[in-house]
């Protein structure tokens, strides 16, 4: 199981709408190859500047796909910022918008997010300043417009031009018809998404021609949005409160009658696994910050009665998977009763599971409704109600505004600062493959490993790196993985440098607050230990068939010198008898043992018994120890 997260028409048409309002309102002259003249043209064409800018708000309604699902919409706009778009799915809805002073999300499950993280706020300010028509600024200090050249787009030579800005990098292509000067469609460049938009079926409505129907597809996500407008208003009675921050809701009790309660878990291969039951049954659900919503298992949920809808498009720490929709009946984990939650579901998350068997994700959605507690040494989560929640350690609290709905931190690996993600759904700390590109670190040194996954199988180089420091705690010589291929998922996005897993964040005393976007790290019991680490270089998995089995093998590594082959069976350990069925945590255990252990396997190979031997040595021995002085005290 590696991280995860899975895309949200939240986070997705919160961007659409930033594009849209870009579109909307710019200047007029003459043409030529001026880009401020080929824009004159443009806005004749649809109406007029000055009947543009006296606009003073817009409502509009109509029908809306997202990837396999259908619904409808309806959005409230008022410049400067406030807006208000609704969209409901039947199966799931939601509603985000802008105060005017906060932009905010209110997702399926009545949970409330104000967008705090950094990169929000640059886009809010850059939608301030197209508002107030700072883009129409030949010298402006914050635009620059530009002519690329005469473009085909969907066989219409096209006028393209380019509008940067030096708040962030973000770039936006706008093609313009030749004949008509009419926007057909634009390509908006972000680090970690490409928006590319179409745009038609243009109809008058009180002296401006607005589009009815935009198409757009966001990569490497492959998600789609398609909005089809049946009804577009100018200038209607807008009710202020539309904008105005939500309530969330409240949809659990504890029992206790307390304002906090424990829960015990299991950390099990660096995951995190919570007894939930659920109609009376309880099974493990892993723990997962790094979940935009909470999944079940789909034969689970079958099992369990519950009816899967819809289709959607979601994506992992690698690569894109499809996810269905249900309702939850009521549940419970520890003394906490909550009520009915709208879920992700996914094929094989059982399956592909080992021990323990995960039957579903406890994610975003959850966690949010509290300040969550996590004491590894202890192995209890403590969920705080927020209102009542007061830190009084000595600890160290960061800020971590929320991108993606996942904590997002400052880390330093090696002199390398950047912003990285919190996913308690990851066994292991990774870098995302941009940073790793950005900085030379895709051909370091290490140990080829895998990790199985929501999204499949993925590749990585797991290295030894001399210092990983987090607001002053310094954690030398800490592995973080570098994955193989830049994927689809989360190891292609450039805004984040990396992701904190388990392997690091169990050296800590961790709080997470929601509300308050931040976390709390104190010095676990075991800050200063390494962790087991494997010393073999052989993963062991299962056949087909239940009997332990060489799943992978790194390359010179004592496993693979010593002659295996992905794929023998493993019938003894040490003279130890393995038998079909029988789990393969503890012989994953032996070979995270002493260096120096001897481990002597028995093996089944296209039906021929052989034997192999080898000795458990430290596979990082030559790599860097150290926090050098060139980190903050």
């Given at each position: 199981m590696s991280n995860h997260q899975q895309g949200q028409p939240g986070r997705l048409g919160r961007i659409l709408h930033i594009l849209l309002?870009?579109?909307?309102?710019?200047?007029?002259?003459?043409?030529?190859?001026?880009?401020?003249?080929?824009?004159?043209?443009?806005y004749q064409a649809i109406g007029g500047?000055?009947?543009?800018?006296?606009?003073?708000?817009?409502?509009?309604?109509?029908?809306?796909?997202?990837?396999?699902?259908?619904?409808?919409?309806?959005?409230?706009?008022?410049?400067?910022?406030?807006?208000?778009?609704?969209?409901?799915?039947?199966?799931?809805?939601?509603?985000?918008?802008?105060?005017?002073?906060?932009?905010?999300?209110?997702?399926?499950?009545?949970?409330?997010?104000?967008?705090?993280?950094?990169?929000?706020?640059?886009?809010?300010?850059?939608?301030?300043?197209?508002?107030?028509?700072?883009?129409?600024?030949?010298?402006?200090?914050f635009f620059?417009?530009?002519?690329?050249?005469?473009?085909?787009?969907?066989?219409?030579?096209?006028?393209?031009?380019?509008?940067?800005?030096?708040?962030?990098?973000?770039?936006?292509?706008?093609?313009?018809?030749?004949?008509?000067?009419?926007?057909?469609?634009?390509?908006?460049?972000?680090?970690?998404?490409?928006?590319?938009?179409?745009?038609?079926?243009?109809?008058?409505v009180d002296g401006i021609l607005v589009a009815f129907y935009s198409h757009t597809l966001f990569l490497p996500w492959e998600k789609e949005v398609e909005n089809w407008t049946t009804t577009h208003l100018i200038d209607p009675v807008i009710d202020p409160k539309l904008f105005a921050l939500p309530e969330k809701s409240g949809d659990y009790r504890i029992s206790s009658g307390k304002e906090s309660a424990?829960?015990?878990?299991?950390?099990?291969?660096?995951?995190?696994?919570?007894?939930?039951?659920?109609?009376?049954?309880?099974?493990?659900?892993?723990?997962?910050?790094?979940?935009?919503?909470?999944?079940?298992?789909?034969?689970?949920?079958?099992?369990?009665?519950?009816?899967?809808?819809?289709?959607?498009?979601?994506?992992?720490?690698?690569?894109?998977?499809?996810?269905?929709?249900?309702?939850?009946?009521?549940?419970?984990?520890?003394?906490?009763?909550?009520?009915?939650?709208?879920?992700?579901?996914?094929d094989g998350l059982t399956s592909r599971s080992y021990e323990p068997e995960i039957f579903g994700i406890l994610g975003y959605d959850f966690l949010s409704r509290f300040v969550v507690e996590i004491d590894y040494d202890r192995a209890e989560v403590t969920l705080h109600e927020p209102e009542s929640f007061s830190y009084q350690g000595s600890g160290r609290s960061i800020a971590a505004p929320l991108k993606y709905r996942t904590f997002t931190l400052p880390v330093n690996l090696e002199g390398l600062p950047s912003q990285w993600s919190l996913d308690l759904g990851a066994h292991h700390s990774s870098i995302h493959y941009p940073f790793a590109e950005r900085h030379g670190l895709l051909n370091r040194?290490?140990?080829?490993?895998?990790?199985?996954?929501?999204?499949?199988?993925?590749?990585?180089?797991?290295a030894q790196f001399s210092c990983l420091e987090i607001d002053g705690f310094r954690l030398p010589g800490h592995l973080v993985s570098i994955p193989r291929e830049r994927g689809q998922g989360a190891t292609a996005l450039g805004e984040v440098g990396g992701n904190l897993g388990n392997?690091?964040?169990?050296?800590?005393?961790?709080?997470?607050?929601?509300?308050?976007?931040?976390?709390?790290?104190?010095?676990?019991?075991?800050?200063?230990?390494?962790?087991?680490?494997?010393?073999?270089?052989?993963?062991?998995?299962?056949?087909?068939?239940?009997?332990?089995?060489v799943s992978f093998l790194a390359?010179?590594?004592?496993?693979?010198?010593?002659?295996?082959?992905?794929?023998?069976?493993?019938?003894?350990?040490?003279?130890?008898?393995?038998?079909?069925?029988?789990?393969?945590?503890?012989?994953?255990?032996?070979?995270?043992?002493?260096?120096?252990?001897?481990?002597?396997?028995?093996l089944l190979r296209q039906g021929e018994t052989l034997e192999s031997s080898f000795t458990l040595a430290d596979l990082f021995a030559d790599a860097p120890v150290g926090c050098p002085d060139y980190l903050s005290e």
């Open positions: 309002l870009v579109l909307t309102p710019l200047a007029a002259g003459a043409v030529g190859q001026d880009p401020y003249q080929i824009l004159h043209k443009h500047l000055e009947r543009l800018q006296a606009v003073e708000g817009s409502y509009s309604e109509g029908r809306v796909r997202y990837d396999g699902l259908n619904g409808t919409f309806r959005q409230w706009e008022r410049p400067p910022l406030q807006y208000r778009n609704e969209e409901d799915f039947s199966i799931i809805s939601q509603v985000e918008g802008d105060s005017g002073e906060e932009a905010w999300l209110l997702d399926t499950n009545g949970q409330l997010l104000i967008h705090r993280h950094p990169d929000t706020q640059k886009r809010r300010q850059i939608r301030l300043l197209l508002d107030r028509y700072e883009h129409l600024n030949p010298d402006s200090s620059s417009l530009n002519f690329a050249g005469i473009t085909d787009l969907d066989g219409q030579e096209c006028y393209e031009l380019i509008l940067d800005n030096r708040i962030n990098t973000d770039r936006i292509h706008f093609y313009f018809d030749r004949q008509s000067y009419l926007l057909l469609g634009s390509l908006y460049r972000q680090p970690d998404v490409e928006i590319h938009g179409r745009y038609g079926d243009f109809r008058w424990t829960v015990p878990f299991r950390l099990v291969e660096n995951l995190i696994y919570l007894p939930v039951s659920l109609a009376g049954d309880t099974r493990e659900w892993v723990l997962d910050s790094g979940a935009t919503m909470s999944v079940i298992d789909a034969d689970y949920a079958r099992a369990m009665g519950i009816e899967i809808e819809g289709t959607i498009r979601g994506y992992g720490f690698g690569e894109l998977f499809d996810l269905g929709f249900a309702a939850l009946p009521p549940y419970r984990v520890g003394d906490i009763d909550f009520a009915s939650q709208k879920v992700y579901v996914s040194d290490g140990v080829d490993t895998v990790s199985q996954g929501m999204s499949g199988i993925s590749r990585e180089t797991t392997s690091t964040l169990r050296h800590f005393h961790l709080i997470l607050d929601y509300p308050g976007q931040r976390i709390i790290l104190e010095r676990g019991k075991h800050f200063d230990k390494s962790g087991e680490r494997d010393k073999s270089g052989l993963l062991i998995g299962r056949s087909e068939e239940g009997q332990a089995m390359s010179d590594s004592p496993a693979s010198r010593a002659g295996l082959e992905a794929g023998d069976l493993i019938v003894a350990m040490n003279g130890e008898e393995v038998t079909d069925g029988q789990p393969i945590l503890p012989l994953r255990e032996r070979l995270r043992g002493p260096v120096g252990t001897p481990i002597t396997l028995r």
